[in-house]
């Protein structure tokens, strides 16, 4: 078992008090003791809706190495098995510990957070950094004020390269996780309209956003989205948080790391970009133009933390979209396949226009039609009607002639949809699912999108359920 710290270590970087006999050290760290592997140390966060504690017995019987557990809650946990180490407040001794761990690593470290793309951003870093070194990444899309200290502890002392995705809805939120992770290199992918019931305008969003420059190494540089229309706040704002490197990247032709050629293809993306003064051709495996603006800021990144580009370009043809995001799945239907695209784990305006040129670009196969299954955007305040409203524009004049919608927000779309586009409007997941899974047919298109919370993966899952998936992502070689 290779140790991740050794217990001495754990104890140290916590201000933690032993109780029991240690062992030499933890191979892994968890929150929860349904994933928890034998030899980990088992945090028992208290979080809003559960408490750790409740679950330290599970997570001894799950072969927990070290229980982390809070001085007030020893009392009620009674005689325990496994050896325990006593902290004041369990979420601060994480945060103590990512502090630590950052502290010990030699790694280059890249930080994404933007409104969009930002965990996609992300996952391409992981792939691509692989073919160069020893890569950590944060799991999912652990961005918040409990993920980030987790990735962080969770860093081995002797990897190359670090990824952290970082995520807000709220002001001040990416300061303190920023001045943990210290960035070499603080990616923002976009700001659109994605939480919006928590800020006034665009420019809210971007200055809160712009609270990752503040976190960034001496000499470190920012990457910033040259095509979008707050580029020159949030340049501004790096330049006013003392960032002295900061570099676009886009078709814009003042971007440093810019798209020279882009062909869009129905399973891949082939691409020239000048990064650091030099072409680079690159096949990306993941489709969608929005997929080629990632991968110009994250081979900008890959060059600044000076990865080999000729490595990192090739190892872009095996990147694939992941479950929620893009993943897309052939379908079995008994006449013939029909194409999923699963974009059912976040939706905004700007995911909304990205997702639905993807589905635009899919072509169908016989009499197949593309459909759009669309669930509500959450979290965009008074703004939500007006916002629901003018999907319209980005269904009416395209391909997809077939609509699904589902959840409250989204019937003023349903009302404002010329009538030759065919539309099944429902309350909810479970009344949309039976007409959805009856309508496809053999050579259909189908997209689902929408917030996490309205629970469209559910479609996903029926719909793998009832048409099993032939394969995952279709490759071109």
């Known amino acids: 078992m290779s140790l991740l710290w050794t217990s001495e270590a754990l104890v140290a970087a916590m201000d933690g008090r032993p109780l029991g006999p240690m062992p030499e050290g933890i191979s892994g760290i968890s929150i929860d003791s349904r994933s928890l592997q034998p030899g980990d140390a088992f945090f028992a966060i208290k979080g809003e809706a559960m408490d750790g504690h409740d679950f330290v017995t599970s997570a001894i019987k799950a072969g927990a190495g070290v229980l982390v557990v809070a001085e007030g809650k020893l009392p009620s946990l009674g005689r325990l098995t496994a050896p325990i180490i006593v902290v004041e407040d369990v979420l601060v001794a994480l945060e103590k510990l990512g502090v630590a761990s950052r502290a010990r690593s030699q790694a280059k470290i890249i930080a994404v957070t933007g409104s969009a ?171 969608g133009r929005h997929m080629v603006q990632n991968v110009l800021a994250v081979l900008g990144a890959a060059h600044l933390v000076g990865a080999d580009l000729g490595k990192v370009a090739s190892a872009l043809a095996d990147l694939s979209a992941e479950r929620g995001r893009g993943k897309r799945h052939v379908l079995r239907h008994p006449r013939g396949p029909i194409t999923l695209i699963d974009e059912s784990y976040n939706a905004n305006p700007a995911s909304m226009s990205a997702a639905m040129a993807l589905l635009n670009a899919t072509p169908v196969t016989g009499e197949g039609r593309r459909i759009a299954v669309l669930g509500d955007m959450l979290e965009l305040g008074d703004h939500s009607a007006k916002l629901h409203a003018a999907l319209a524009e980005l269904i009416v004049g395209t391909g997809t002639q077939t609509v699904f919608l589902g959840g409250p927000e989204m019937r003023v779309l349903a009302e404002v949809l010329p009538a030759e586009i065919k539309t099944e409007y429902r309350a909810g997941v479970e009344e949309l699912k039976p007409v959805l899974l009856a309508a496809l047919k053999p050579g259909d298109v189908v997209m689902v999108k929408s917030s996490k919370g309205i629970g469209f993966a559910k479609l996903v899952d029926a719909l793998l359920g009832k048409f099993p998936a032939e394969s995952t992502t279709r490759k071109q070689t």
């Open 117 to 287: 793309g930002k965990t996609t951003t992300k996952e391409a870093l992981r792939h691509v950094l692989q073919a160069v070194g020893k890569v950590h990444a944060s799991a999912q899309s652990f961005n918040n004020h409990w993920g980030v200290p987790l990735t962080l502890a969770r860093m081995p002392a002797d990897c190359d390269y670090a990824v952290f995705e970082i995520g807000m809805n709220h002001p001040d939120e990416i300061r303190p996780l920023v001045k943990m992770v210290r960035p070499h290199v603080a990616i923002v992918t976009m700001i659109a309209a994605a939480h919006l019931g928590f800020f006034r305008n665009l420019d809210e969003i971007a200055k809160a956003k712009a609270e990752i420059f503040e976190g960034l190494e001496p000499e470190g540089a920012a990457v910033l989205n040259r095509d979008d229309a707050r580029f020159k706040l949030l340049d501004k704002m790096a330049h006013a948080a003392g960032v002295e490197h900061v570099y676009g990247f886009g078709e814009n032709a003042r971007s440093t790391f810019k798209l020279v050629q882009c062909e869009l293809h129905a399973d891949r993306s082939d691409i020239i970009a000048r990064i650091g003064g030099h072409e680079v051709t690159a096949r990306i495996g993941a489709p």
